[in-house]
C-alpha cells in the first residue's frame, strides 16, 4: 500500500502584522477594554464614546508570544482596576510570564495633586500597568520606579514618561506599541487610531 504524504499546511496567520514576528524586545499594550458601566453618566465617559472596544476573547487571541526576539521579549501591559483581572488572564492566554507591576498615578495639569477620577468605590486617580515576559529578556536598567507621576491627558492618551521608561527595558531591541495612538521615532506602531496624537504636519512629512 503505498502511503501519501502528508500535506503542507500554510502557517497559521499572523493577526499583528504589519509587524514582525520574533523581533522586538518589548511590547507595549493598551488593548481597548470594553467594561460594563452602571448608568448614563458611566456610560458618556466610557471607552466606547471615544475609540472602537474589543471582546475579551478578542484581545486574548493577539499573537502577542509571536513578536518577540529569540532573546525574549518584555511586554507592558496597561489595565485598568475593573479589569485587572483579565489583564493577567491576557499574559496566560499569550504566554507571557507575570513579573511585576506598577501604576501611573494621573496628576492634575500643574503636577501638584493626584486627580479625582470615577469610581464605584474608591475615586481613581492611577491606572495599573502588568510588567511580563517572553523568555528570558536581559534586564537592561535598574533604575525604573514602580510609580509614574504624570499629568492626564487626552482620554486613553498615556504618558511620556512610560516611553522613556519601556524603551530603557527594551535596551538595544525593537521595541512595539500596540493599540498605539501616537506614532514615535523608535518603536513600530499597531492599530486603527497610531496617529490620533500626532500633529498633523508630523503626518504628512
Known amino acids: 500500500m503505498q502511503i ?12 499583528l502584522a504589519p509587524l514582525k514576528e520574533h523581533h522586538y524586545g518589548l511590547a507595549k499594550i493598551d488593548p481597548p477594554w470594553a467594561f460594563k458601566t452602571y448608568s448614563a453618566k458611566g456610560k458618556g465617559k466610557s471607552a466606547e464614546q471615544h475609540y472602537d472596544t474589543m471582546t475579551l476573547e478578542e484581545i486574548f ?22 479589569m485587572y483581572d483579565q489583564a493577567r488572564e491576557c499574559f496566560r492566554r499569550w504566554s507571557v ?29 492611577h491606572e495599573p500597568f502588568l510588567i511580563g515576559k517572553v523568555g528570558k529578556p536581559k534586564i537592561h536598567a535598574r533604575d525604573i520606579r514602580s510609580a509614574i507621576l504624570e499629568p492626564r491627558r487626552e482620554h486613553s492618551r498615556k504618558p511620556e514618561q512610560g516611553y522613556v521608561e519601556a524603551a530603557k527595558m527594551a535596551g538595544p531591541y525593537p521595541k512595539a506599541d500596540i493599540f498605539s495612538r501616537e506614532q514615535r521615532p523608535g518603536w513600530d506602531s499597531w492599530g486603527n487610531e497610531t496617529s490620533k496624537f500626532n500633529p498633523q504636519q508630523e503626518i504628512a512629512a
Open 4 to 15: 501519501k504524504p502528508f500535506p503542507i499546511l500554510p502557517p497559521p496567520t499572523f493577526n
Open 61 to 82: 487571541e493577539l499573537d502577542i508570544e509571536r513578536l518577540a526576539h529569540r532573546d525574549g521579549m518584555w511586554v507592558w501591559l496597561y489595565a485598568t482596576a475593573p
Open 97 to 125: 510570564t507575570y513579573v511585576t507591576q506598577g501604576v501611573w498615578v494621573k496628576m492634575v495639569k500643574d503636577g501638584s495633586k493626584p486627580t479625582f477620577g470615577t469610581g464605584y468605590a474608591l475615586r481613581n486617580c
